[in-house]
């Protein structure tokens, strides 16, 4: 059975940081894209950042360039979210998320969510 | 504000069929590139819907169907159930903003 765990969610001041971290499992994950998306309190979805399979190539969205870093280990099956000098806006669930190809893909749709972990950032 | 442009919400009563929107532009859903759609439950895993505009994944009723044209697409729901209740969110690719783009979200109330 495919599975996503988030971890690593929580209460953070602005400007601190934080490191999510998914466990992957029931599934080939070298094989596949990986995305963090999130969604604000009463907002809409937004994706935040994207990992090829191989991890050749990173992409993120503008808002987040050069504070959030994305990295995976495929030999441990795990993705991960690194985010520095976090701010306020920064406060939302967030899912990690299987492509249903190796990311490369634009029209690749997310074909598997984790539950989300929360991140509040908050003084 | 969302790139993409859903209802806030729609309802039906039980057996109904209703109808959810997604209005892009031609950098998105008018460029050609597919719309998938998601539902979300409070407190569980988003779940894929609908992909390429019009594809069920394994398990989706065929009460849910999707479609496309010109710079929007629709998720119709038949056969209306409660347990459909729960947010839709429609998603495409933006080649102006070199990104994924999603929909503001639609709230689902089965009356």
């Known amino acids: 059975q495919m599975q996503l765990v988030e971890s690593g969610g929580g209460v953070v001041q602005p400007g601190r940081s934080l490191r999510l971290s998914c466990r992957a499992s029931?599934?080939?994950?070298?094989?596949?894209?990986m995305f963090w998306v999130r969604q604000a309190p009463g907002k809409g979805l937004e994706w935040m950042a994207l990992?090829?399979?191989?991890?050749?190539?990173?992409d993120y969205v503008d808002s987040v360039k050069g504070r959030f870093t994305i990295s995976r280990d495929n030999s441990k099956n795990m993705l991960y979210l690194q985010m520095n000098y976090l701010r306020v806006e920064d406060t939302a669930m967030y899912y990690c998320?299987?492509?249903?190809?190796?990311?490369?893909?634009?029209?690749?749709?997310?074909?598997?969510w984790g539950q989300g972990t929360m991140v509040t950032v908050s003084s | 504000q969302s790139v993409l442009t859903q209802p806030p919400s729609v309802s039906g009563a039980p057996g109904q069929r209703v109808t959810i929107s997604c209005t892009g532009s031609r950098s998105n859903i008018g460029a050609g590139f597919d719309v998938h759609w998601y539902q979300l439950f409070p407190g569980k895993a988003p779940k894929l819907l609908i992909y390429g505009n019009n594809i069920r994944p394994a398990g989706v009723s065929e009460r849910f169907s999707g479609s496309k044209s010109g710079t929007s697409a629709s998720l119709a729901i038949t056969g209306l159930q409660a347990e459909d209740e729960a947010d839709f969110h429609c998603q495409s690719y933006d080649n102006r903003l070199y990104g994924l783009v999603f929909g503001g979200g639609t709230k689902l109330t089965v009356l």
């Open positions: 990992i090829w399979s191989d991890g050749s190539n990173k």
């Open positions: 998320v299987k492509s249903e190809g190796s990311g490369r893909g634009k029209n690749d749709a997310l074909e598997m």
């Open positions: 029931g599934f080939t994950f070298n094989n596949f894209g």
